[in-house]
């Protein structure tokens, strides 16, 4: 007798048509595909449809079909693997199952929609605590409650569990407010094969685990041996129940209470899912246009009643209706900022809200408007181009919505002095480092710079906080080194576009607090002037801390060893260094030329950290710096244009920088040339028609 089997599953359906007739040789469904008369489910179900098929006709197989196209050929399929769901439409799933005997085909309806969207987390908690669960702040918990929980509910750094299986609840503060869309979700793995009572996951009106249990609550509960039930009121009476699906193995809960909804009659609505999949609701109660009959819940819980070993992990409690609020600072402004005249200041800041922010920044309480220097007054971050002494001060920034101000803390910017040095306001802005040794002086004080003080295995690595052009430079400082009866190791002047930045740092002894031997990496790539002082004694440009190659050479007549202050001088320009050195006491000198390649080819960067290291080892020294002077020199190109004008440029790196004209070097007529100038590609561009000879040079006044 030929069997016809057929289920149809309309959105919306109340009722579950069934036309059955059977032979016993045709395969039978003992566990059907789906055992309810709809399936509504969250585009993001995680629900695994697992039926079973009977056959007395030999081996079965299966094809599963989404509206008449094969889509699978598994006895089980996971919804999350179904292909080409959307949101907002209706579906056909079904499942042939053929064995020698014939083929039984059963079909489902799904209605596809997209879950509320999980905007801010009221709580959640990974259970990464280790001990019990009471008294245990949540992973994420903004209004800061604590858990009230039995003590049979134990945490081990990733899960819960009720090893004991009594009637264990835990209970969390929350409490719900009108016009949200709350989703609470927990997951939830029940021991293999157990048969006893239920686990539960929902809101309560109580104020402790004991209220919980017996008052007014909103539950779906996984009774293993009876299916799924909801309790939309005290658990005094048998709720609404489901088939049993679904309950071996890991599952998730899921309970969404609407506070958007209601009308004269009906108000706040709940729906409840398992693994995505709409088990009841949604089911109105209460009245918006009488709130005491809404419920006043007063916190989430989970509960476990007569089930040994129950796990539960990633609780979790979302807000997808954002309530107006004052915005929150994120990423505070910095307490400082430090810009030497003519560079660029930036001061970021971060607020949250869930409405439109709005900016103003202010200096010393008035506000910053936007100028030809000044841009982002009314943004999150504030940037003050070609600093001058006058944007000292002290910064802060309003952030505002509609609900609130909230007022960043303040940003106390310090404008230094030129030319780089450690002279004043200069020494705040230097970061020391140090990987060894035992130093009693400090780093800096006022225009002095010790590098060794005379311990054993000292080393210092001292770097101006912001980086410096240094397409051209020139360089000037005071060195001496002093102490009995030999002096080790060494000094140098280093600029370096290191990884670690500011943390660039070496071990002691003969790598001067550059080179970093194997076990330590070099500061790289850098450029510098070693000043060695033991074997051999002498000087070396390198780069890439390769202090060992070239070998050291000695500087004429002066001598390193003297204990005798020693002025160096640098003077970087095209490719090539200057150097010069003289003995203040001995008035001997030296200069000589290196070819040094193009610098910002070696450090892949016209802007680098510029500073000093040095150290000593076995041998001892007291070295220091004074008089240090960092200027950076841009270069200027002149070019003939298209149209027969020069067009002089120089890089906008280098910051303060005015371009003047003489037409006769034998007088000092120097003017500022008025012609516009443009920005084009980082380079300060200046058009100047042709005529008269004229010569140009680049200045850069005190501010």
């Known amino acids: 007798m030929k069997m016809t089997f057929r289920i149809s599953l309309l959105l919306g359906a109340a009722s579950l048509l069934a036309v059955l007739s059977s032979t016993q040789a045709q395969p039978t469904f003992s566990t059907p595909v789906f055992p309810y008369s709809y399936a509504y489910c969250w585009s993001n179900a ?27 050929s598994t006895p089980t399929l996971a919804f999350s693997s179904i292909p080409g769901l959307a949101a907002g439409n209706s579906y056909t799933l079904a499942l042939s199952a053929t064995d020698n005997n014939g083929t039984t085909t059963s079909s489902l309806g799904l209605s596809i929609s997209a879950p509320p969207a999980a905007a801010w987390t009221n709580y959640y908690d990974s259970f990464s605590r280790t001990g019990g669960l009471n008294g245990s702040q949540p992973d994420v918990d903004p209004a800061g409650g604590t858990w009230s929980a039995t003590s049979d509910f134990t945490c081990d750094g990733s899960v819960c569990t009720d090893p004991v299986g009594a009637n264990e609840l835990a209970f969390l503060p929350f409490n719900p407010a009108v016009g949200h869309v709350y989703v609470l979700s927990c997951e939830l793995n029940p021991p293999s094969g157990s048969t006893g009572n239920w686990e539960a996951v929902g809101y309560s009106i109580g104020t402790s685990p004991g209220q919980a249990v017996n008052d007014n609550g909103t539950w779906l509960l996984d009774r293993d041996s009876g299916g799924l039930q909801m309790f939309n009121g005290p658990i005094t009476a048998d709720g609404a129940a489901s088939a049993n699906y679904d309950v071996a193995g890991p599952t998730t809960f899921q309970v969404v209470l609407d506070t958007t909804t209601g009308d004269a009659t009906t108000g ?20 918006s246009s009488d709130p005491n009959n809404n419920p006043t819940y007063n916190g989430i819980f989970f509960e476990n009643y007569q089930v040994s070993g129950v796990v539960w992990d990633n609780l979790l409690l979302t807000d997808s209706v954002l309530p107006p609020q004052v915005p929150t600072t994120t990423v505070d402004v910095p307490a400082s900022e430090f810009g030497l005249p003519y560079q660029t200041i930036t001061i970021p800041y971060q607020a949250f809200s869930t409405l439109p922010i709005t900016y103003q920044w202010q200096l010393n309480g008035t506000n910053v408007t936007n100028n030809a220097r000044i841009s982002g007054a009314k943004t999150n971050a504030l940037v003050i181009s070609s600093t001058l002494p006058g944007d000292a001060g002290s910064y802060q920034v309003i952030a505002t919505d509609s609900a609130g101000s909230t007022t960043s803390r303040v940003c106390t910017v310090t404008v230094g002095t030129l030319p780089l040095s450690f002279n004043g306001v200069n020494a705040q802005a230097w970061t020391v480092d140090s990987m060894g040794g035992n130093f009693a002086t400090n780093a800096l004080l006022d225009n002095l710079l010790t590098l060794t003080d005379g311990n ?39 600029v370096q576009n290191d990884p670690r930045g500011l943390a660039a740092e070496v071990g002691a002894g003969g790598g001067l607090g550059v080179y970093g031997y194997p076990w330590v ?38 001598n390193l060893l003297s204990g005798d202050p020693i002025t160096v001088t640098l003077l970087y320009a095209n490719g090539q260094v200057a150097i010069s050195m003289t003995d203040t006491v001995a008035a001997t000198s030296f200069s000589t030329t ?92 200046v058009v100047a028609p042709l005529g008269a000879q004229q010569f140009y040079r680049l200045v850069q006044p005190q501010p």
């Open 594 to 685: 290196v070819a040094t390649g193009d610098l910002t080819s070696v450090l892949g960067t016209n802007k680098a950290y510029v500073g000093f290291t040095g150290s000593d080892g076995g041998y001892v020294s007291i070295q220091t710096v004074t008089n240090f002077s960092f200027v950076s020199l841009p270069e200027p190109n002149i070019a003939l244009s298209a149209t027969n004008t020069a067009l002089i440029s120089w890089s906008a790196q280098a910051g303060g920088f005015v371009l003047q004209q003489n037409g006769d070097l034998t007088t000092t007529n120097w003017v500022n040339v008025t012609n516009p100038q443009t920005l084009v590609n980082g380079s300060n561009v």
């Open 456 to 494: 054993n295995s000292e080393v210092r690595e001292v770097w101006f906080n912001n980086p410096q052009y240094i397409g051209g430079f020139e360089v000037s400082f005071t060195y001496q080194a002093t102490g009995t009866p030999t002096l080790a190791d060494g000094v140098s002047f280093c």
């Open 268 to 287: 706040w609505t709940v729906t409840f899912l398992q693994d995505g999949i709409v088990q009841f609701g949604p089911t109105s109660f209460g009245s």
């Open 521 to 558: 990496a070099d500061i790289s790539p850098s450029a510098e002037l070693a000043l060695n002082l033991y074997n051999p004694t002498g000087y070396s440009w390198n780069t890439n801390a390769n202090i060992t190659s070239p070998t050291q050479v000695a500087p004429g007549t002066v």
């Open 46 to 72: 995680t629900y695994v449809f697992q039926p079973v098929a009977v056959s007395s006709g030999g081996a079965l197989s299966y094809q599963w079909t989404l509206n008449s196209v094969n889509i699978a």
